[in-house]
């Protein structure tokens, strides 16, 4: 009897130590999964109920309880809405639960993304645990319950993420700062209350669908019969410098639109403290949204101007007090060769000089159609240039070009446009089809013949591949999968999957950087057998190869890091596009691809000129005795050296000027048949080797018989 009391009071110190805990646990991160709320009126903690619920429809032979469960003395209650059907289970509707939430599955099975609908005030009063799996042999399930204990500790499990549930509460996920997230709603529009968890690799996040409270707005109507059509710098100017009289008609506002003219636009009051960033939102229906808080995303607007908290800041610090945006359309053209993109000009104004920002600010152009111009973030002070012919730099502002989308980072306050120029000339439709016609036969044979090299050497070689061959091997598995890679190029663009077009401009980028690296490493061996250096490297071939693959690989890790790769169109001169995936920064690709085979021709050019000179050297140390058969030999030896070597891409060096038509056939004819030549030359040298080593082989049996010879004589 005595012992049973110790077990009875040794229990209930276990259920203390465990209440302890929870109360505790409170004040931790929701990585601790407390249940327990801080009741204000009690002045005290209070145990919350839990709710589970499921996305995944369950069988007939799993069974969860449709009635709450509780135990004796626990104020916790668990309530299972998972039945058969979707229907509600008992203990929905005994007040002590509110199951008014819809979960379900978005996307594929293998997305794991899920949608909650719900009001956030049932987070106050419960929390829900989302069961991924349902599993009816879980250990928090109620055959498992023996004691108030064992309650406890298996509502712990229950709890556990390793089990593949996503628990939320009012102060963990899904609670009080959920960010707001239009991508990852899309589709949910017009649901108020609504949750989005992305659950990946047993981590959930949770985004809130419901848009940011927007303030409203006071509307200021200007007159100004000088806007009605076109808009000059000098007009645009003046409205600028007086933005701050508007501030006396907001009243009691905090944000204004407003509308001079045809002049559209919005304006910000500055709070004297804790300043925060600010959103400009222009619709293609004219309206004008305004908002507060860094990384909003506003549905339907054509222009967003995000201005960052430092801007704000270093405003108010230098006696600034609002923020104005204004879009001027209209604009006059002052350069026929630069066009602005809609004819608008954008005017940013602080009431204060901001510059050299870290925080830059951003203006997002959305669905820009370029028709085959390039464009450019461009901006104006107010004052440089003449008034009538402002003058446009790029100092300041980058731009970003993502598909369809254009941003303005910039790190000052002005005018700010997109500027579109037209590119040196557009290639022209018929010449477009014809390079397109001759590189996919010459891609396609090059392929082909690629190919057929490397399955002979691997299986059916008849001799032992010396140095010189093993380096070509590796230069021809570099060029089948450039080929490869540039041959599926347009299906895929076509497929319109952005990860799927990343994967293959990252696949060509690496493999033609690949075989630019082993066109450098095929004159470097060469420079090596010329001084005869080889025999004294140790490891000579594995460093070959380390170099010849790793080189360009980090190359391509920084442009997947800095996301250089993406959809591009390829313009003609009608006007019409073709879609591929590649580097989408035209400068980017220009500066490092063409840069990195300038280094390369460098040095395989003078090694060229270098073999050359030795093979006419020794042509004619070898006197007239050399016959038309070694005059071919020779010929096809300095033409496989330009294939190997690479010499023909310099062609792109000539694309300049009256040499740019020539030069695209040239360099198209080459390179895509580059694959096929470099089959025949590794052909040849094949059956070079085999007859030099039938000749040494014969040569050794004629010394064998003179040594015979001379021993009998």
């Given amino acids: 009897m005595a012992s049973s009391h110790r077990w009875i009071f040794v229990t209930k110190v276990v259920i203390l130590l465990y209440q302890t805990f929870l109360q505790n646990s409170h004040s931790c991160s929701s ?28 069988d007939h032979q799993t069974t969860f309880p449709s009635n709450a469960v509780d135990s004796d003395g626990i104020e916790i209650k668990l309530c299972f809405n998972i039945q058969e059907n979707k229907t509600h289970a008992a203990c929905c509707h005994t007040g002590d639960f509110n199951c008014t939430i819809e979960v379900r599955r978005l996307g594929t099975p293998t997305e794991d993304r899920y949608s909650l609908t719900l009001h956030k005030e049932i987070l106050s009063k419960q929390d829900i645990v989302v069961m991924i799996t349902p599993d009816a042999n879980f250990s928090c399930m109620p055959s498992n319950f023996s004691s108030n204990t064992d309650f406890f500790l298996n509502i712990h499990k229950c709890l556990d993420t390793g089990k593949k549930n996503i628990r939320l509460s009012q102060d963990g996920l899904c609670g009080k700062h959920s960010p707001y997230q239009e991508a990852a709603c899309r589709g949910l529009e017009g ?10 690799s047993n981590e959930s996040r949770c985004v809130s669908c419901e848009p940011p409270n927007i303030d409203p707005v006071t509307f200021i109507i200007v007159n100004a019969s000088d806007f009605n059509d076109t808009t000059s710098p000098e007009e645009a100017v003046k409205v600028m410098n007086e933005l701050s009289s508007l501030l006396d008609q907001m009243g009691n506002s905090n944000k204004a639109t407003i509308k001079i003219g045809n002049v559209t636009g919005g304006i910000a009051k500055l709070p004297p403290q804790n300043q925060t960033s600010l959103n400009f939102g222009f619709t293609s ?8 808080g860094k990384g909003i995303f506003m ?13 704000c800041k270093m405003a108010v610090k230098k006696n600034g007090s609002f923020t104005g945006v204004l879009l001027f359309p209209g604009w006059v053209q002052g350069d026929a060769n630069n066009l602005f993109f809609n004819n608008e000009v954008l005017g940013i104004e602080m009431g204060a000089k901001i510059s050299n920002l870290s925080q830059t600010i951003d203006i997002h152009y959305s669905n820009v159609n370029k028709r085959g111009n390039i464009a450019s973030c461009r901006s104006w002070d107010g004052k440089a240039g003449s008034p009538s012919e402002p003058n446009w730099v790029t100092d300041g502002c980058q731009t970003k070009e993502t598909k369809e989308n254009i941003t303005c980072q910039c790190s000052h306050l002005t005018f700010f446009a997109i500027l579109l120029s037209p590119p040196s000339k557009n290639i022209s439709t018929s010449d477009f089809k014809s390079l397109t016609y001759i590189t996919s036969i010459g891609c396609g044979l090059s392929t082909f013949f690629l190919a057929v090299a490397l399955f002979m050497h691997f299986f059916i070689r008849n001799v032992r591949a010396n140095r010189a061959t093993k380096i070509l091997i590796n230069l021809l598995v570099a060029m089948l999968i450039l080929n490869l890679s540039f041959l599926v190029n347009a299906d895929i663009a076509k497929l319109e999957n952005f990860i799927a077009c990343m994967a293959i401009a990252m696949i060509l980028h690496y493999s033609m950087l690949a075989t630019f690296t082993w066109f450098f490493m095929q004159a470097l061996h060469l420079y090596f057998h010329l001084r005869k250096i080889p025999a004294e490297i140790k490891h000579y071939i594995w460093k070959i190869c380390i170099a010849g693959w790793a ?53 395989t050019f003078i090694i060229f000129v270098v073999t050359v000179r030795h093979i006419t050297q020794f042509k004619s140390a070898a006197g007239k005795g050399q016959g038309s058969s070694s005059t071919k030999a020779n010929l096809f030896s300095i033409l496989g050296l330009f294939s190997l070597l690479g010499i023909t891409w310099a062609f792109a060096f000539f694309s300049y000027g009256t040499l740019l038509q020539p030069s695209y056939y040239i360099f198209t004819i080459l390179n895509s048949f580059q694959g096929f030549f470099l089959f025949l ?33």
């Fill in 31 to 58: 990585g601790e999964y407390p249940i327990q709320t801080w009741n204000k009126s009690m002045g005290s903690y209070s145990f919350k109920n839990i709710l589970l619920i499921s996305a995944e429809e369950i």
């Fill in 191 to 200: 649901i108020k209350s609504q949750y989005v968890i992305m659950h990946e």
């Fill in 285 to 292: 229906r004219g309206d004008i949204i305004i908002s507060e």
């Fill in 299 to 311: 549905t339907n607007v054509t222009l967003l101007v995000n201005i960052p908290e430092e801007a």
């Fill in 551 to 603: 080189t360009p690989a980090v190359v391509v890790i920084a442009f997947l890091a800095t996301q250089e790769y993406d959809f591009v169109d390829i313009y003609t001169s009608d006007g019409n596009s073709v879609k591929m995936c590649w580097i989408s920064d035209a400068a980017v690709h220009q500066g490092v691809n063409i840069g990195y085979y300038a280094i390369v021709f460098v040095f």
């Fill in 681 to 713: 030359y590794h052909h040849k040298s094949r059956k070079i080797i085999r007859e030099d080593k039938k000749v040494k082989q014969n040569i050794s049996s004629i010394d064998t018989i003179d040594t015979a010879v001379s021993s009998s004589g």
